[in-house]
């Protein structure tokens, strides 16, 4: 189901990738006990982070691995700076398809990066190389992006689904009509695989929150 290509290995010899697939979640209004474990997870994150600034927030696991990813090409780790907003109640975790809250509520949680693909017109096998910084995809919005060259790729057999640096692809994004959904979690060096495997325990809870009868059909961690 998920491979990591050779060149991947050498040059992020200990980085990680999870892909977990789950069906048949109906995507419905919040229910009251969704929105009590949004509420939580909101003071949760305040109180976890009270008082520390960005510098200090960067320093913790796993904020510290990927911005060590991130500075290579420049850039900094959104996830960060999505915490750093709620802990200071600048902002809370925003509504929006059922699913990418629950997704979002887990990234937040956890600090890893992830991503989530409507499986309709989603073919497998999916593998993890590595940009050669030519190859191009529609990123959301419908914007170009150009993976720069070294950044990690995720890919089904014939499509570029998103890097770490640039995101996931437009295409496959999320919808409220989405009833199957892949989530991908892009680690980088540091991040272990059973970090990766709580953090889809917590995706698969919080989307029975959404759906009792959504089921996982697919999980793999490499």
């Known amino acids: 189901m998920l491979h990591i290509r050779e ?18 979640v109906t995507q419905k209004d919040p229910t009251p006990d969704f929105i009590r474990v949004k509420l939580e997870l909101e003071t949760a994150i305040r109180q976890r982070f009270s008082g520390m600034d960005r510098k200090a927030m960067r320093a913790l696991f796993p904020f510290m691995q990927y911005h060590e990813y991130y500075k290579k090409f420049k850039k900094t780790y959104h996830v960060l700076h999505q915490c750093e907003s709620i802990a200071t109640g600048s902002r809370t975790l925003p509504a929006g398809a059922p699913l990418v809250q629950a997704m979002f509520m ?18 497998g096998p999916f593998q993890v190389g590595l940009a050669d910084g030519v190859s191009n995809f529609v990123g959301m919005g419908k914007k170009e992006c150009r993976p720069p060259e070294g950044d990690i790729l995720f890919s089904s057999e014939h499509t570029l689904l998103g890097s770490i640096i640039c995101g996931p692809d437009h295409d496959h994004r999320l919808q409220a009509t989405t009833t199957d959904v892949l989530f991908a979690v892009y680690g980088v060096p540091g991040i272990t695989a059973e970090r990766i495997e709580r953090h889809f325990e917590d995706i698969t809870n919080l989307v029975r929150l959404i759906d009792p009868r959504a089921e996982v059909d697919g999980l793999s961690v490499v």
């Open 106 to 123: 887990a990234e937040i949680k956890n600090q890893l990066l992830t991503a989530g693909y409507d499986c309709k017109n989603l073919q």
């Open 7 to 24: 060149e991947v290995r050498q040059k992020y010899p200990t980085t990680t990738f999870g892909t977990m697939i789950m069906k048949g």
